[in-house]
């Protein structure tokens, strides 16, 4: 729904649609998996990533079925958190088709240089810089 936030960890059995203004937020509180069906991401919906170690655990949506990215932006925003890098971070993956009619908008990364590559059957952040984050309060 728009407004809404689909967050957390496990296994949804179903086709997920994230709508425009709707937010797609694996792990959520915690960092992990979050393994739905078929996805859609619609323009306008944001995806939001707790990122550590490349090596780590790390936010990731795992879709068994087909991805398909909308006509229009849909956004990318990165929260690094301890151990955060440069690497890859793998973001979304899928084991059917991956199908981006529209674009991925990746919001800045603090203290880094980034980019998203789509290959084949995944979505890859990569993380270029050294050092590690620092919050500044």
Do not use: H, W
């Amino acid at each position: 729904n728009a407004g809404g936030t689909l967050g957390g960890t496990g296994v949804i059995d179903r086709v997920v649609t994230v709508t425009n203004a709707a937010t797609l937020s694996p792990g959520d509180t915690v960092m992990g998996v979050l393994t739905v069906s078929n996805l859609t991401l619609s323009a306008g919906s944001t995806n939001v990533f707790d990122l550590g170690a490349p090596a780590g655990v790390n936010d990731r949506v795992q879709v068994n079925g087909n991805l398909l990215v909308q006509a229009g932006t849909t956004t990318v925003r990165v929260r690094p958190s301890a151990g955060f890098v440069a690497g890859g971070y793998p973001l979304f993956s899928c084991t059917g088709t991956l199908t981006t009619n529209g674009t991925f908008v990746l919001e800045a990364v603090p203290g880094r240089s980034a980019t998203l590559v789509t290959t084949g059957s995944a979505v890859v952040l990569k993380v270029r810089g050294m050092g590690t984050v620092v919050t500044i309060r």
